[in-house]
């Protein structure tokens, strides 16, 4: 059974810094991972999408690596703005067809200003 | 394009009284999800249609919920009798098939509370 976890539960920093958010998974045999971003009240907005064949995607200031063997994956925030708090999940998907999404808990992000 | 409308935004029940859930996925999105949140936890799947027909409803409490998905299109996520424990916050989502990005789209959410 896929397990998701995310570490920290919550981070603070201050405006400008560059953070890492982390994503742990227990079974390999994954199809995609995406990373979420859910802000409060709100449902989640997908932000990057990565197959299993790719290392990494690059959206603006976000940079999501894979490494499957290890079952992990870190979202890159560069120069965080205070826009930028909010809760990120990450979900993986097993296979092509009918397998759906496991979710990871969350980090939720706090930038100050 | 418009978004995964969903409705009602919030619901305030008793235990044991019914309440049901309605969703518009995207246009021309063939797969629907309805996940359950609860406070401080990653979405769980509840169901998962692909058109009409029901691909994954492993974890759906079936005594006490029921989803259907009338014409491919809108769906409804209904509980009866509700329990405390059903205190979250239910997403319905929308994918398109064949889409080789792949992404899930999500609607805003219905926040039920059950006293």
């Known amino acids: 059974k896929q397990e998701v976890t995310q570490i920290p539960a919550a981070l603070s920093v201050p405006e400008g810094e560059n953070l890492v958010l982390n994503c742990s998974f227990t079974?390999?045999?994954?199809?995609?991972l995406q990373w979420f971003r859910q802000d409060p009240g709100k449902g989640l907005t997908s932000l990057l999408l990565i197959q299993s064949s790719q290392r990494e995607q690059t959206s603006g200031r976000l940079n999501a690596s894979l490494d499957k063997s290890s079952g992990r994956s870190t979202l890159y925030i560069a120069a965080s703005q205070p826009g930028d708090s909010a809760t990120y999940l990450c979900a993986v998907r097993r296979g092509n067809y009918g397998q759906n999404f496991v979710f990871g808990p969350g980090t939720r992000l706090s930038v100050l200003p | 394009e418009a978004g995964v409308a969903q409705s009602p935004r919030y619901k305030i029940i008793e235990k044991r009284q019914s309440v049901a859930f309605w969703c518009n996925p995207i246009?021309?999105?063939?797969?629907l999800y309805w996940y359950q949140q609860i406070l401080g936890q990653g979405p769980k799947l509840l169901i998962q249609?692909?058109?009409?027909?029901?691909?994954?409803d492993s974890q759906l409490p079936k005594d006490r919920f029921s989803a259907e998905r009338l014409k491919g299109v809108d769906s409804t996520l209904k509980i009866q009798p509700a329990k405390l424990e059903d205190s979250a916050v239910y997403l319905c989502a929308s994918r398109k098939v064949g889409d080789t990005n792949e992404k899930l789209f999500f609607g805003s959410g219905t926040q039920l509370s059950v006293l």
């Open positions: 079974d390999s045999a994954i199809y995609n």
């Open positions: 249609f692909q058109n009409n027909g029901v691909v994954d």
């Open positions: 246009s021309g999105h063939a797969t």
